[in-house]
C-alpha cells in the first residue's frame, strides 16, 4: 500500500470506526457476526429452489398453460433441442465474442474519454455536454438509425454495443476522479510530486473503485445492447435464436434464451467482482450488515 | 494550449476510433461476380433454396440476409445494403402513402419486383380472421364489444379493416387492440388477451387445432392478395449488371417451386430445424410456403388497390396512393409468374 493510500484509509473515519465490531476477511471485505456463513448460503439456495419448485408444479399440475409459462422440465428440453441442432454451441461464442469487442472498444473509449475529461477541463467542456445528451438516448432506438449508418454486418452490431458501453465507464470514470479528495492532491503538490507521479500515486488508487463500478455497469449494457444488435441481420448467437423463437411462438425457447443471458450477466457480474478484488485487494468494503 | 492539445487528440482518437470500428467485418467483394445481397425475414427459405440447389452453378453470388419485419427491410434497402428485401405486398402501399414526395414512375424509389403465395386452399390460407371459440361469436356482427386484435401496417392491418367492413361493424363498435408486430398479436390471441385475431394464420396454429379458436373469415373472404414480395431499389435495377443478375436469379427461382412439391420430407426437415417449429406447423408451412410466382397484371393490381382503399377509408394511411406504380412486371416472363393464384380453386 502507497503512502497515499494508507492516507486515504486513514481519512475514512467510519471505516475505522466499524473495524472494531466486524471480522476483517482476507479478501479485504467485513464479514458480519450476526449470521454465520453456512445459513446465508443456505438461504441463498433455498429461495430459488423453491421458487423452481413452485414453478414446475405450477407447470406440471395445469395451473400455468405451457404456452403462457413453460416449466422447467420443459425449459430444459429446449436447451437439449438447442443442443442437438448444435445451435446453442454455436450462438454461445458469436454472442460472447460481439459482446466482448463492443465492450473493449466500448469501455477503453470511455474510460479514455472520462480520464481526460476528468483531468482536464478543457477536454470537459469540449465533449462531456454532447455526450451527457448522448447518454439519454436509448440505444434500442439508435437500431434503426445503426441499420443505415452501418448497414446490416457485424459493424452495426458491434457499434450498438459500442455505443452503449461508452457512457457507463465514461460516467464513473470522470466521476471517479472528479471525486478525490482534493486535500489529497494538494499533499501531492506538498510533495512537489510530478503530474504524472500525481496521477499515478494518487488519482489511479483513489478513481479505481469508481473505474471498476463503470465497467461492471457496462459489461451488463453490453449484453443488454446484445439482445437489441442481434435482431440485426444475425443468423447466429443468442438475439437470433430469441428472435426465431418469438416468430414462431417457442415460448420455450424464449425463456431458455433469456435465462443463457442472465447466466452471462452473472458470470460478467462475478468476473468484474473478482477483478475489483484482485486489482483493489487493500480496500476495505463491508457486506452490508 | 498544452489542455487545447489533449482537447484535440482527443477528438481526432474518439473519431479514428470510431471510423476504424466501421471498417470491422465490413464484407468482401465476389471475386468480380456481380454479388446479389437479397433479404428475408427468417433463415428457412434461403436454406431450402441452398438445398434445392436451384443457384448452384449461377454466374452471379447471392448473399442471404435475415431481417424481421418490413421495417427493417425498408431501412435495409434505403440505405443501400441490400438490393432484395422481403416483404407483404401490401408494405409498398403504405411506405408510398406516407412518403414525403408524391410518388410517381420516374421518382419512385423502390419497386416490387417478385411476388409469391400458395395456391388458394381454406385449410392452409396464409391470412385469416378468428375467434375465440370462449367468446361464443358465430358470426362477426357478434363480435361487437369485443376485443380485436391486429397489428399495424401490411396486410394484416387491412385484413382487419376489411374484416370490420364485411361485419358491418367500424373500430367504435368494438375495442381494438394494436399490436407491434403480428407474432405479439397471434400470442396475445393464443392467451385469450384477446377475443378476435385478423393476422397470419400459422401463427394461430396452436388455437385452431386444440379447439380454443375457430376461423371465420380467410383471404379469400376479404380479397387480399396476401403475396410474399421482394422490393428492390431503383438504382439496383437500372444497374445493368445487377439486373441481368437478378433476371437470371428469377429464372432459377421459378425452378424453385416444383423442388418444394417434390421433396415435402426435407423441407419440413429444413423448416423445422431453421424454424424450431413441432411437426403441425412444419406441415402448415410446407403448405403455405408453397407456390408460383405471381403475374403483375391489371388484376392483381385492382385487387391491390382496393386494398389501399380499405387502409385508407379505415385511417391507416393519410392519402391513397396509386398502387400500380410499385409493381414492375420486368421480371414476370422470366419468373414464369401465374395469374391469381390466390384465387379460390
Known amino acids: 500500500m502507497t503512502a497515499v493510500q494508507e492516507a486515504a484509509a486513514a481519512t475514512s473515519s467510519p471505516v475505522r470506526t466499524v473495524t472494531r465490531t466486524y471480522d476483517r476477511a482476507r479478501s479485504g471485505r467485513l464479514t458480519g457476526r450476526g449470521w454465520g456463513r453456512t445459513p446465508q448460503l443456505v438461504l441463498r439456495v433455498v429461495a430459488p429452489v423453491v421458487l423452481i419448485v413452485l414453478w414446475q408444479l405450477s407447470s406440471s399440475r395445469g395451473w400455468v398453460s405451457e404456452q403462457t409459462l413453460p416449466g422447467p422440465t420443459t425449459i430444459l428440453d429446449a436447451y437439449r433441442e438447442l443442443w442437438q441442432t448444435g445451435d ?11 459482446a466482448g469487442v463492443g465492450l473493449l472498444i466500448g469501455g477503453g473509449a470511455g474510460l479514455f474519454l472520462g480520464i481526460v475529461a476528468g483531468l482536464s477541463v478543457t477536454a470537459e467542456r469540449a465533449y462531456d455536454a454532447p455526450l451527457q445528451m448522448i447518454r439519454t438516448i436509448p440505444f434500442i432506438a439508435l437500431v434503426p438509425l445503426f441499420v443505415v449508418w452501418f448497414g446490416i454486418g457485424e459493424t452495426s452490431k458491434i457499434s450498438l454495443i459500442i ?46 473503485p469508481g473505474i471498476l463500478v463503470g465497467w461492471r455497469y457496462a459489461a451488463g449494457t453490453a449484453l443488454l445492447a446484445l439482445v437489441a444488435a442481434e435482431q440485426i441481420n444475425s443468423q447466429a448467437g443468442i438475439g437470433y435464436i430469441l428472435n426465431t423463437a418469438n416468430q414462431f411462438q417457442r415460448t420455450d425457447i424464449i425463456l431458455a434464451g433469456i435465462l443463457v443471458y442472465a447466466v452471462l450477466g452473472l458470470l460478467v457480474d462475478g468476473v468484474m467482482r473478482g477483478l475489483e478484488r484482485v486489482l483493489l485487494p487493500w480496500r476495505a468494503t463491508h457486506d452490508g450488515n | 494550449m498544452k489542455k487545447l492539445l489533449i482537447s484535440l487528440l482527443t477528438a481526432v482518437l474518439v473519431t479514428a476510433g470510431l471510423t476504424g470500428c466501421s471498417a470491422f467485418g465490413s464484407e468482401g467483394d465476389s471475386g468480380g461476380k456481380t454479388k446479389l445481397t437479397i433479404s428475408y425475414q427468417d433463415t428457412a427459405f434461403p436454406a431450402l433454396i441452398k438445398a434445392s440447389g436451384v443457384l448452384d452453378g449461377a454466374d452471379f453470388d447471392v448473399e442471404w440476409v435475415n431481417l424481421t419485419g418490413p421495417a427493417a427491410n425498408l431501412q435495409a434497402l434505403y440505405s443501400g445494403a441490400i438490393d432484395l428485401g422481403h416483404m407483404g405486398d401490401t408494405s409498398l402501399t403504405i411506405e408510398q402513402a406516407n412518403a414525403k414526395t408524391e410518388w410517381t414512375a420516374d421518382n419512385a424509389p423502390l ?128 444497374d445493368d449488371d445487377k439486373n441481368a443478375a437478378l433476371k437470371d436469379f428469377f429464372s432459377r427461382m421459378s425452378g424453385y417451386w416444383a423442388w418444394h412439391d417434390d421433396h415435402p420430407d ?19 408451412e410446407f403448405q403455405v410456403r408453397r407456390g408460383q410466382f405471381q403475374a403483375f397484371d391489371d388484376d392483381l393490381i385492382t385487387r391491390e388497390q382496393a386494398v389501399a382503399q380499405s387502409l385508407f377509408d379505415g385511417g391507416a394511411i393519410a392519402k391513397l396512393p396509386d398502387v400500380g406504380i410499385g409493381f414492375d412486371p420486368r421480371y414476370n416472363e422470366v419468373q414464369k409468374a401465374v395469374p391469381d393464384a390466390g384465387a379460390p380453386e
Open chain 1, 88 to 98: 446453442l454451441q454455436a450462438a454461445l461464442p458469436i454472442s460472447l465474442r460481439r
Open chain 1, 163 to 208: 455505443g452503449a458501453s461508452i457512457f457507463p465507464v465514461y460516467l464513473n470514470t470522470y466521476h471517479a476522479i472528479r471525486g478525490i479528495d482534493r486535500k489529497l492532491l494538494e499533499v501531492g503538490r506538498t510533495f512537489e510530486m510530478s503530474r504524472w507521479a500525481t496521477i499515478r500515486l494518487v488519482v489511479v488508487p483513489l478513481s479505481m
Open chain 2, 266 to 284: 426435407e423441407v419440413k426437415d429444413i423448416l423445422k430445424k431453421q424454424l424450431k417449429v413441432d411437426d403441425a406447423r412444419a406441415d402448415f
Open chain 2, 111 to 238: 419497386e416490387i419486383v417478385a411476388g409469391w403465395r400458395n395456391p388458394y386452399s381454406e385449410e392452409y390460407s396464409p391470412l385469416v380472421t378468428a375467434v375465440r371459440t370462449s367468446a361464443g361469436i358465430d358470426d362477426l356482427s357478434q363480435a361487437k364489444g369485443h376485443t380485436w386484435g391486429y397489428n399495424f401496417g401490411g396486410y394484416n392491418h387491412a385484413q382487419y379493416l376489411v374484416s370490420l367492413v364485411k361485419a358491418g361493424l367500424s373500430e367504435q363498435d368494438i375495442k381494438p387492440t394494436q399490436f407491434a408486430d403480428g407474432a405479439t398479436s397471434a400470442a396475445a390471441f393464443n392467451n385469450g388477451e384477446v377475443d378476435v385475431y385478423s393476422g397470419a394464420h400459422g401463427a394461430i396454429l396452436s388455437s385452431l387445432t386444440s379447439g380454443d379458436a375457430k376461423i371465420l373469415l380467410d383471404d379469400s373472404d376479404t380479397d387480399i392478395p396476401a403475396l410474399n414480395v421482394w422490393t428492390a431499389r431503383k438504382d439496383v435495377l437500372a
